[in-house]
Every structure is written in structure tokens, then in C-alpha cells.
């Protein structure tokens, strides 16, 4: 079941990233559902999963961007490996420190990034911080934090969280 | 049973951090290898990711399709889309006619006239959008299988998209012209001043390196040089709207207006390179007459 889940969030991260998410935008720039996707994934399954999907998601992301192949799948890797190392210290987690955590994170990943890619001297670090990680950060925080809610009202969290940490 | 589950607890993390040390040796000791290897076995897995991509773009085309044709006043949307096209096309016959012109004074004048040969163009349409927010790229339909190689021209019949830069079996990805990390060599209509075009954070595109005694002016044209592979000379890239002059420096920069508006791209046609000759074919010594 959880690997069914896991393809179907990697094949079809594409699609809505790249067809549907353009019309969702904040000052021209859309949410990064694969960030979303990723950090609850390692959070609520622990480090190794969140770890294979980050990588899986990231690299499907950008075999359909002119991003790089490897740099994509080790950001988000890495991301769902902090993510469930994080998640192993929490015993509970509200809908508004992940609103916050996410925007913290999503924060970092967007600082970070264009170092890593080595953009245009054009898309400086200030650039950077405006443009486009702050107003990414904000929308993943908030659709972070209201499928997070759902989740949080629907199911146990916390015992998912535990169970898969047995 | 506390114990068997601490002890796989204690694995998947031991796990987990083994894989992600070797990724990060990866990375560092042999980022051109790990990069050729992820982008390779990428193949099945951006074929895969093709069919929902497809899908979903045809049911979001479709949606687009009846909100625009029939909502949104159906005879002004057709009628619009109609001018538009008969616009793009004297567009380009205008371009094509004043580089024709232009070309023909300069070339009577030469011993030697070699024709150009008309690159095979690939028709594909747009599915998608960059995933991410750093670059400004399409996605379209055709790729690696249709004969599209990384680096191949996209053009409208307006003017040039941008240059391809990535390809799965049936998709490909282009770097549009208003990126700022593209580059393509460009040209001055009027004054045949040469520089390159860049793209601007702002969604424009900038002329830069054209010589501080040049002529150029607001209205002017741009077209490409023909200097790089993947455009032949002559396509329409945008028109000048400002001149910034800096003192002291070795050149003036243009700001241009893209002659394609990257929003609403739908259809594309793709450049095969190999029938557009390449810098070193153009600069080699001409063949002697037989």
C-alpha cells in the first residue's frame, strides 16, 4: 500500500507541478508540492523513506526542468532525510509548527538552491530570497499545513508516526 | 517484540544515512558520472511520467479549451485567435522580406553567394511548464524518439522560443529565450551590429556587447546571427525598446521585447540542427569552383 502511495506521488507529481500548479501562482511563482510531499513523507514514515523518495521525486522533477538531474534528486533526498531525522525527535507535531517548520525549511532549500545551480549572475542571493524562496516558502507552508490538518483530522497521526518508527 | 522492532528501527536509520553518505560521495567525488547515470536510467522513468503528463495536459487543453471557446464569448476568442495568426504570419513575412532585402544589397556585391538551406522543422506542442521556479522552460510533446537533440532551435512562426536543453523518449524541454541563463547570438536588423541575447529576471531579454558606435534605436529589430548553433540566420528574436549607454564602458546593451510572448506559446516547431550549418562549417574556407 505504502509503495503504491509512494509511485503514485512520484509519477504524479509531474503533471500538477508542471500543468496545473502554473495556474496557482504568487507573484509568478508556484508552490513546490515535491518539497510538501517530501518533508511529510519523512516525517511521518521516518529517514530512509523519506530519504528513496525525496530522491525519486526529485529526480523526476527535473528530468522535466532544465535543472540538473542530480542536483535535484540530492535537494530533495536530503530534505526527506533532515525531514524524518526531525520527525524521530517530535512526539507531537500541531498543524502550526509544521506551517512553520515548513516555512523555515522550504526557506532554506530556496537559499541554498541557487548556489548549488549555479544560476545567472542576474539571480543573485537577494534575487533569490525575494523572488522566488519567500513567496515558494509561504505557499508550501500553507498547503503543507492544510494537508497536514486533513491528515491530523482524519487519522491518528501520531500513531502512524510512532508505528512507523517501530 | 520491543527489541525486534528497536533493531529495525536502528537498521532503516543506519540504512538511510549509508545511502545518503554514498549519494554525497556521489555528488562530490563523481558529479559527471552520477549525472550521466541519473539522467540515462531516467529514460524509462521520464517515459513513464510522460503518459500522465500527456494526459493530464490534453484533460487541462480540453478545459481551456471549452472555458475559452465557450464561456469566455466564443466568436471574439476565434475571431481574435484568427487575427493573431494572420498577424504572426505578416510578422514573419516581414522579417523574412527586410532580411531578404538586406541580405540581397549585400550579397550582389560578393563573388561567392551561397544560398542557405531551409532547416527541417518539427512541429510539437506545449504540454507543461518548468516544474520549478528557477528556470523558464516549456515542456512539449515530442522528444529523443522524434529526433530532437539537446541544443535544437524552437521557433514559432513569430519568432525564436528558446533552445532545447534536456529530452525523455517523447518529451523535451525547452530553456525559453527569456531565461536569463540563455544565450543566443543575435543581430541587429537595421545596423548589423552583432551581440548576444540573454534573458532577464523580469521575463524580457537584453542585447548585450553591441559597439559603442553603433546606430541602434528604440524600433529597431533583432534578429539571430546565425554565429550558433541550432539558429539559422535571420529569425525574428524581439524589437528594441531602450539603449543603455553606460559611460566608460566598452559596450552599449539593449533592452529588447521578445517577438513571442512565452504565456501563450501552444504550438512550436523544432529546428534539427544537423541540416543548419554549424560555426565552423560557415567560417571554413569556401570550396573552389569546378
Redo the contacts between chains.
Keep these: 500500500m505504502k509503495a503504491l502511495l509512494y509511485s503514485v506521488v512520484i509519477v504524479g507529481i509531474v503533471p500538477v507541478q508542471s500543468v496545473l500548479l502554473p495556474h496557482l501562482t504568487l507573484w509568478g511563482v508556484k508552490p513546490d508540492f515535491g518539497v510538501v510531499a517530501v518533508c511529510l513523507i519523512g516525517l511521518i514514515n521516518g529517514e530512509l523513506d523519506g530519504l528513496l523518495v525525496g530522491v525519486a521525486v526529485g529526480w523526476a522533477l527535473s528530468l522535466f526542468s532544465a535543472q540538473d538531474v542530480l542536483t535535484g534528486a540530492m535537494l530533495k533526498g536530503g530534505l526527506g532525510l533532515v525531514a524524518g531525522l526531525a520527525g524521530r525527535q517530535m512526539v507531537y507535531l500541531s498543524p502550526l509548527v509544521l506551517v512553520l517548520g515548513l516555512l523555515v525549511v522550504s526557506c532554506l532549500v530556496g537559499l541554498v538552491t541557487p548556489v548549488v545551480l549555479k544560476l545567472s549572475p542576474q539571480q543573485d542571493l537577494w534575487w533569490a530570497i525575494w523572488n522566488v524562496a519567500l513567496p515558494q516558502a509561504c505557499l508550501d507552508a500553507v498547503i503543507g499545513g492544510a494537508i497536514y490538518w486533513l491528515m491530523w483530522s482524519q487519522f491518528n497521526i501520531e500513531q502512524l508516526m510512532s508505528e512507523s518508527r517501530m | 517484540m520491543w527489541m525486534v ?2 533493531r ?2 536502528s537498521n ?2 543506519r ?3 549509508v ?2 553518505v554514498v ?2 560521495l556521489g ?1 562530490l567525488l563523481l ?1 559527471g558520472q ?2 550521466s547515470v ?2 540515462g536510467v ?1 529514460g524509462p ?2 517515459w ?2 510522460s503518459w ?2 500527456s ?3 490534453g484533460v ?1 487543453d480540453r478545459i481551456a479549451g471549452v472555458w475559452g471557446g465557450y464561456v469566455a464569448l466564443q466568436g471574439i476568442e476565434d475571431e481574435n485567435r484568427q487575427l493573431k495568426r494572420e498577424l504572426e504570419l505578416l510578422k514573419e513575412q516581414n522579417g523574412q522580406l527586410r532580411e531578404s532585402a538586406a541580405a540581397t544589397e549585400r550579397l550582389a556585391t560578393l563573388l561567392e553567394f551561397k544560398r542557405q538551406a531551409l532547416p527541417t522543422l518539427i512541429a510539437a506542442q506545449v ?9 523558464k ?1 516549456i ?1 512539449v510533446d515530442k522528444g529523443a524518439s522524434d529526433g530532437i537533440l539537446p541544443d535544437q532551435g524552437v521557433i514559432t512562426p513569430a519568432g525564436v522560443v528558446g533552445r532545447v ?2 529530452t ?1 523518449a517523447s ?1 523535451a ?1 525547452v ?1 525559453l529565450v527569456t ?3 540563455n544565450a543566443i547570438a543575435g543581430l541587429i536588423q537595421r545596423t548589423r551590429d552583432e551581440g548576444i541575447v ?1 534573458g ?2 523580469q521575463g524580457q531579454a537584453r542585447l548585450k556587447y553591441i559597439p559603442l558606435l553603433s546606430g541602434a534605436r528604440p524600433g529597431d529589430r533583432v534578429v539571430t546571427s546565425g554565429l550558433v548553433e541550432g539558429f539559422p540566420r535571420g529569425l525574428a528574436i524581439g524589437t528594441i525598446t531602450r539603449i543603455d549607454k553606460e559611460e566608460e564602458a566598452l559596450f552599449q546593451s539593449a533592452e529588447l521585447t521578445p517577438e513571442v510572448d512565452p504565456n501563450r506559446i501552444e504550438e512550436v516547431l523544432v529546428i534539427q540542427s544537423s541540416l543548419v550549418p554549424a560555426e565552423k562549417e560557415r567560417l571554413s574556407m569556401p570550396r573552389p569552383k569546378p
Excluded: M, S
Excluded at chain 2, 127 to 135: A, H
Design positions: 522492532n528497536l529495525v528501527t532503516a536509520r540504512v538511510a544515512l545511502l545518503a549519494l554525497i555528488f558529479p552520477l549525472q541519473f539522467q531516467g522513468l521520464g513513464i511520467i500522465p503528463l494526459a493530464v495536459a487541462h504540454i507543461g511548464r518548468d516544474t520549478g521556479n528557477w528556470y522552460t515542456i536543453v534536456k525523455t518529451t524541454v530553456l531565461d536569463p541563463n540573454e532577464t529576471t
